[in-house]
């Protein structure tokens, strides 16, 4: 009988306890430009069959699904032929981030759920479709199904500020959401570093409060914070004496002082296009 090297037996426990493995064919960034991976296997048509060579053989050798997420491929009629033949590949579904590798910044425009749209309106492809893309408030989730016609939705940046979007409850407090968030952190110390949890406490609070006069004494503060009580220091007590501050001058003098809820401070802006 062969020993299994521990490399090997790490492998094994991976997929132990996962579910599902999803090859990443989204990925805009320069990193991947650079060393040619993510979308830019999409670009042009003659990086596809290295890329259904790697579908298949994934497909073939875990004892779980694997699942492909793609961007739009240039021309944008090419999405639904490429998606049909991961589906032949061995992808079990497919989640379509309806934009192009060009356009990775969020100001270049909302995704355009039309090709999400189309992949469904395919006969030959079967297999389920997630959409992704222009989801900013709970209305937009069942707006985005009804209109693509899709399997199943990925959320990206929305969730990153406001975590309870699926629950449609009102916006949370982005003070309780982070303390409750921190509180999660003690709970399962060490899954994520100082620098992670700092960067999702500053997005909570950015996504309602990013033009609040207080807001970069926030950032400077949290980035000062060395440890987690650190931070719920600052939550527990200097962020609401600001928040009082801003309301007293608000008070006094122009209501844009006001702290609140503002959707607008997000700073996003995508809205679905009509049905
Ligand atoms: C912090 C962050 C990390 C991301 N990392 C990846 C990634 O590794 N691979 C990928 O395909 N997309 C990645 N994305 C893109 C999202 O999965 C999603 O496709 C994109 O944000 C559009 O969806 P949205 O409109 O709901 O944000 C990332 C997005 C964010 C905000």
Same mark, same amino acid.
């Given at each position: 009988?062969?020993?299994?090297?521990?490399?090997?037996? /790490?492998?094994?426990?991976?997929?132990? *306890?996962?579910?599902?493995?999803?090859?990443?064919? /989204?990925?805009? @960034?320069?990193? !991947?430009?650079?060393?040619?991976?993510?979308?830019?296997?999409?670009? /042009?048509?003659?990086?596809?069959?290295?890329?259904?060579?790697?579908?298949?053989?994934?497909?073939?050798?875990?004892?779980?699904?694997?699942?492909?997420?793609?961007? &739009?491929?240039?021309?944008?009629?090419?999405?639904?032929?490429?998606?049909?033949? &991961?589906?032949?590949?061995?992808?079990?579904?497919?989640?379509?981030?309806?934009?192009?590798?060009?356009?990775?910044?969020?100001? @270049?425009?909302?995704?355009?759920?039309?090709?999400?749209?189309?992949?469904?309106?395919?006969?030959?492809?079967?297999?389920?479709?997630?959409?992704?893309?222009?989801?900013?408030?709970?209305?937009?989730?069942?707006?985005?199904?009804?209109?693509?016609?899709?399997?199943?939705? *990925?959320?990206?940046?929305?969730?990153?500020?406001?975590?309870?979007?699926?629950?449609?409850?009102?916006?949370?407090?982005?003070?309780?959401?982070?303390?409750?968030?921190?509180?999660?952190?003690?709970?399962?110390?060490?899954?994520?570093?100082?620098?992670?949890?700092?960067?999702?406490?500053?997005?909570?609070?950015?996504? @309602?409060?990013?033009?609040?006069?207080?807001?970069?004494?926030?950032?400077?503060?949290?980035? !000062?914070?060395?440890?987690?009580?650190?931070?719920?220091?600052?939550?527990?007590?200097?962020?609401?004496?600001?928040?009082?501050?801003?309301?007293?001058?608000?008070?006094? /003098?122009?209501?844009?002082?006001?702290?609140?809820?503002? &959707?607008?401070?997000?700073?996003?802006?995508?809205?679905?296009?009509?049905?």
């Amino acid at each position: 009988m062969q020993r299994r090297s521990s490399k090997q037996a /790490g492998r094994f426990k991976t997929f132990a *306890m996962q579910s599902e493995v999803d090859l990443n064919l /989204g990925c805009p @960034q320069e990193v !991947a430009r650079d060393e040619h991976f993510g979308a830019y296997y999409l670009l /042009g048509q003659k990086d596809w069959p290295i890329v259904e060579n790697i579908v298949s053989c994934m497909a073939q050798s875990f004892m779980v699904p694997v699942s492909t997420k793609i961007r &739009l491929c240039q021309p944008s009629t090419k999405t639904v032929e490429f998606a049909e033949r &991961l589906q032949a590949s061995g992808s079990s579904w497919i989640t379509l981030h309806a934009r192009t590798v060009s356009s990775r910044r969020r100001r @270049q425009g909302a995704a355009d759920l039309s090709e999400v749209k189309k992949l469904k309106e395919s006969e030959r492809l079967t297999i389920p479709v997630v959409s992704n893309g222009n989801v900013r408030v709970f209305d937009d989730l069942a707006k985005n199904l009804d209109y693509t016609g899709a399997d199943g939705l *990925m959320v990206g940046e929305t969730l990153l500020g406001n975590p309870c979007l699926f629950s449609n409850d009102a916006l949370p407090d982005p003070v309780d959401i982070s303390l409750e968030y921190l509180d999660i952190c003690r709970l399962y110390p060490g899954v994520a570093t100082l620098k992670t949890i700092q960067t999702h406490i500053r997005h909570f609070i950015d996504f @309602q409060c990013t033009r609040r006069p207080w807001f970069k004494k926030l950032r400077v503060a949290l980035n !000062a914070c060395t440890d987690l009580d650190d931070i719920e220091h600052l939550l527990r007590v200097k962020v609401p004496r600001w928040r009082d501050m801003t309301m007293k001058s608000a008070e006094e /003098g122009s209501e844009d002082e006001r702290d609140g809820i503002d &959707l607008e401070d997000s700073g996003v802006l995508w809205h679905l296009p009509p049905n």
